[in-house]
């Protein structure tokens, strides 16, 4: 009973909020005197008990304004420097082009292994989690639009062998 009172008081969610508890995550559909239930993107309902609600680390997506998105890709060495060169560019347009996303910067930043690796990172103005996954999708399938359009290869691990005879 304590416990169903401290969410109520603190609220650290709501109905509605979705919210991911250790390895589970979903959409809270009923607060209750003693559990929560929970509905997770597969369907299924999750009912965890309030006092455990009480003592493990909540993260609550909807409470966010806006999320951070960082990534690195790289691009094959054959690249031509031109190319290479237009990338930050080219996705800063796709981010600008994309209803709730705001640029932040994208850098050729390191000479990796099998690839020469770029950081973006840009922001994702909404609260609603299908909305953020949707946009990073967009985003996603833009870029590699373009990469494809424009001939850049996206690079995967790769190793050459010289054998001498």
Known sequence: MFSSFSIYADKPFEIGDYIVIGTDSGTVKKIGLKTTRITSLQGEELVVSNKELTTVRVQNYKKMQRRRVAFTFGVVYETPKKQLESIPKMVEKIVSSVEHLEFDRCHFHEFGDSSLLFDVVYFVDTREYITYIDTRQ????????????????????????FVKK
Not at 138 to 161: R, V
């Open 138 to 161: 967009t985003f996603n399938l833009a870029l590699f639009s373009q990469f494809e359009k424009d001939g850049i290869a996206f690079a995967y691990p790769t190793q050459t062998l």
